[in-house]
């Protein structure tokens, strides 16, 4: 199963979201403004708007089993033991 995630990453992703977000409606210039503002990465959010992708969804294509084959496999195993 996937690792829970901290709460500063979390709190982390929610504010390169909102500065995303914020730029996409031109509430920023740019995303040095943008992450001045949020108190993120310059460099992760153009990374972001560019397309890139954060830590665990980049490593999601690495993982042999999806969330939800893990959690059906993990319900059979308790279910039957």
Known sequence: MGYKK???VAQNEAKILEA???IKNKTFSGP???AAHFNVSCHTLSR???GGLSHAQAAASQQILSNTE???LIRWITRYT
Do not use: D, F
């Open 6 to 8: 901290s709460s500063k």
């Open 20 to 22: 995303t977000q914020a």
């Open 32 to 34: 040095y403004a943008a």
């Open 48 to 50: 972001r708007m560019a």
């Open 70 to 72: 893990e959690k059906s």
